[in-house]
């Protein structure tokens, strides 16, 4: 997959969540090598998974630009899972890549919902570039002073996306239109802790509600 923005609807928060979050269908490293040696050409495109532990915080803002919010991820690569944390919400997501599974958990009302991973796409590794979708690379840039390249794409719904990948697969700026809708603040690599990304204990179960 391309960039990746779902909308959530869950019975836990009580309100939909703007998620952004990276991922994409896998040939792996054996697909790739599979490819090259049957004589098609290995298109060029970023690695568009995180290869090292990441602390991110992003801004994100509606394609009007009217509306803007932050949001907190978090990246262990060793096992695979991601923590998002809304600004200002008692609700945070964690994304076990390993066993798909989405867990919406809401601290203040003391519930968590656990559902698959929207969808059939799987996690392109860490440090192998995306196989799915087409990448055009259109320049560089810098954003919370990271260097990052720009590549032409497509998100979900089909819409042209120009998105900026550090080398080691840190998404830092999304924009449409010539509007920017995501953009990092802050970028801290460092080995995220365990405890981060297991669900609390003492949590009701909630059955996730349906879009």
Request: glycine fraction near 8%; hydrophobic fraction near 40%; proline fraction near 8%.
């Amino acid at each position: 997959m391309r960039v990746r923005s779902m909308i959530m609807r869950s019975r836990v928060c009580g309100r939909a969540l703007v998620v952004v979050a990276f991922g994409g269908a896998v040939l792996g490293a054996s697909g790739v090598q599979a490819h090259a040696q049957q004589g098609v050409p290995v298109v060029e495109a970023p690695a568009i998974t995180p290869s090292v532990d990441v602390d991110v915080e992003y801004e994100l803002a509606s394609p009007q630009g009217d509306v803007s919010t932050r949001q907190r991820m978090r990246w262990q690569t060793a096992t695979l899972r991601q923590r998002l944390d809304p600004d200002k919400s008692s609700v945070f997501l964690l994304t076990s890549w390993r066993d798909r599974t989405l867990s919406v958990v809401d601290m203040g009302r003391k519930r968590v919902s656990v559902m698959p991973v929207p969808g059939t796409q799987q996690l392109t590794p860490p440090g192998q570039p995306a196989v799915a979708g087409s990448y055009a690379r259109m320049g560089s840039s810098v954003v919370a002073g990271e260097q990052c390249t720009v590549w032409r794409t497509k998100d979900t719904d089909g819409h042209p996306t120009d998105a900026c990948y550090t080398a080691d697969g840190l998404l830092l700026q999304v924009a449409q239109g010539g509007q920017i809708t995501v953009r990092a603040l802050s970028v801290q690599r460092a080995p995220q802790p365990d405890s981060l990304f297991v669900i609390p204990a003492g949590l009701q179960q909630e059955a996730p509600a349906h879009p």
